[in-house]
């Protein structure tokens, strides 16, 4: 008898766990229809069709209200009158290689504070790619009215069915040490980058090279001259990410020479003095304080690389950075404190340029938030924060740069891929909602930019909430963190949605922490809400689309998993 009530009480223990667990699996979307659409998307040949899926993918990444829309892009930064020849992209890329600070041989400027990684197939940050492209370069390039140009490669065949793509290197290509590099460089890089030992945040970007993610399709020919790389589906972007840093070459001697490599794939590149391709290499950093990039005399345009030294003060407190550029010792700046853009939006100095992406609010779907709530209860809760979000105001008083409030994930601007914008209302597809913007214009979306107490308080009724009059009753309270990195705007920006989920009685606290412990635990799961933004690698949806993959590494929400 005994046995037989020690058995039931197992059996008992163990049905709990199954039930807690499917309690707690409850709130979380069935991500198999969105992974199995992305891999159409990525596999058709047929272009009305692919933008169809796109839609359809969108539609479902918006339902789920994990993500929150608040801005479309766009760039800030300073330099100085005499600093002359950076110049960025639409994908918020920057290129120093080719500056100018007049009778100076250094530029001493300021991007973040201390990067993520710097193993160009590791990174998955603005600034990284930044520093990337500083030290090392690919297949293809942009130049400055950001259009690809060649840049290892001289040029590139494609075949008739646009499956191959055979790349011809540049003669002469040395890395930085003096050893040669050549194709077999960037067939070891890529396959590296690729497989899922490496864990590179973007190694989906290669699953359209037939063999992703072990056997890759890419073979350089034996005396490194050329590189042949063959697709499953003809990709009209592929020249972008021959671009991008995730594709960018690295040293195999090099990576496979530092201690616990394989445990640690970017293990080489921790310290300065790591052997890099591009116009420079770094040779200082002070970790938490200071980056020196020295000029590279191994770069193979090194007789157009004019500045000896680029330095970069490392630091996210935006007010002592702006100290820093007012007293002369930073040229170029990357931020201002969010109470002097006014006062500087007319200064010859103040740039302000265009970027394809989004600034939004990131929902962990695991959080303990929704614990015992359904999908749609956990959906409509989040949709109901969304509704009380002001971007105007957001826009006004932090922004200040003219952003567009957002109402969908894709940006405004961003093309179809075939042959039209995606964010416009057409005869094969019509948004939920087309919402008018404070200057008259129209903007197709998901929701109107109106802030809708009622439209919050009827979608948390939906959830499960109760409400005395326009608060949240005692009996049914909502308390989350809200996380962030330590910079002004993003802390402003917090501190305007706390304010604002607060008039129905939401209690929003903030963490702040440095850059890449933000990076870090965000892309652990490590948060209830997190503010997060996405600038587009290249000009197509399927780029913010592919991110959500239950195997993607920027997929922050933790859809899937």
Not at 92 to 109: Q, R
Not at 138 to 152: A, I, K, R, V
Not at 321 to 343: C, H, K, M, S
Not at 495 to 500: G, H, P, T, V, W
Request: proline letters at 4%.
């Amino acid at each position: 008898m005994k046995k037989l009530l020690a058995a039931l009480l197992a059996m008992m223990m163990i049905l709990a766990c199954v039930v807690s667990a499917m309690a707690d699996e409850g709130s979380e979307p069935d991500w198999t229809e969105y992974d199995a659409l992305i891999a159409e998307i990525k596999s058709t040949t047929d272009f009305a069709e692919r933008e169809a899926k796109m839609h359809q993918a969108e539609d479902i990444l918006m339902d789920t209200g994990a993500i929150v829309p608040i801005y479309y892009y766009n760039d800030l930064y300073m330099q100085k009158p005499e600093v002359e020849g950076i110049y960025s992209n639409a994908y918020a890329t920057k290129f120093f290689m080719y500056a100018t600070n007049g009778d100076s041989d250094t530029l001493n400027l300021n991007l973040s504070s201390e990067p993520d990684k710097l193993d160009p197939a590791l990174n998955s940050s603005v600034d990284g790619a930044c520093l990337a492209v500083t030290a090392f370069g690919g297949l293809y390039t942009y130049d400055s009215n950001g259009e690809l140009t060649p840049n290892y490669a001289t040029g590139v065949e494609v075949s008739e069915d646009g499956l191959t793509y055979t790349f011809t290197m540049r003669e002469g290509l040395k890395w930085s040490d003096g050893s040669d590099l050549t194709a077999k460089d960037f067939e070891y890089s890529w396959k590296r980058a690729a497989a899922p030992a490496t864990a590179a945040d973007y190694s989906y970007m290669y699953d359209g090279i037939k063999g992703y993610p072990e056997d890759l399709a890419v073979t350089a020919s034996e005396d490194g001259a050329t590189l042949t790389v063959e697709l499953n589906a003809p990709c009209a972007y592929f020249l972008d990410l021959a671009a991008f840093p995730a594709f960018f070459a690295v040293p195999q001697q090099s990576v496979e020479a530092a201690d616990g490599w394989e445990e640690n794939p970017g293990a080489w590149a921790l310290e300065a003095g790591f052997v890099t391709s591009g116009a420079y290499t770094l040779t200082e950093w002070t970790h938490n304080e200071s980056m020196v990039y020295t000029k590279n005399p191994n770069y193979w345009d090194a007789e157009n690389v004019k500045l000896e030294k680029l330095v970069f003060m490392l630091s996210a407190d935006d007010t002592a950075i702006y100290a820093a550029y007012q007293a002369g010792d930073l040229d170029f700046i990357d931020t201002v404190p969010t109470d002097e853009i006014q006062n500087l939006k007319d200064s010859p100095e103040f740039y302000i340029v265009d970027e394809l992406g989004t600034y939004y609010v990131a929902f962990n779907i695991k959080s303990d938030l929704f614990a015992g709530k359904t999908v749609e209860q956990a959906a409509a809760m989040r949709k109901a924060f969304s509704k009380l979000i002001d971007r105007d105001y957001i826009i006004e008083t932090v922004g200040q740069t003219e952003q567009k409030p957002a109402n969908a994930f894709i940006p405004e601007g961003m093309m179809d891929g075939n042959g039209g914008v995606f964010k416009e209302n057409d005869d094969a597809y019509t948004y939920p909602v087309t919402a008018e913007l404070e200057d008259g214009s129209e903007s197709a979306g998901y929701y109107d930019y109106e802030v809708d107490v009622e439209g919050a308080i009827e979608l948390l009724k939906e959830a499960g909430f109760e409400f005395d009059g326009d608060m949240l009753s005692d009996s049914t309270p909502i308390s989350f963190e809200y996380l962030t990195n330590e910079t002004s705007g993003h802390i402003a920006i917090a501190e305007c949605i706390q304010q604002d989920l607060a008039a129905v009685g939401i209690n929003m606290t903030i963490r702040t922490c440095d850059w890449n412990v933000f990076l870090n635990d965000r892309k652990a799961g490590n948060y209830d809400v997190a503010r997060n933004g996405w600038i587009a690698d290249f000009n197509d949806p399927i780029n913010m689309l592919e991110m959500w993959t239950t195997d993607s590494g920027n997929n922050d929400v933790q859809f899937g998993r």
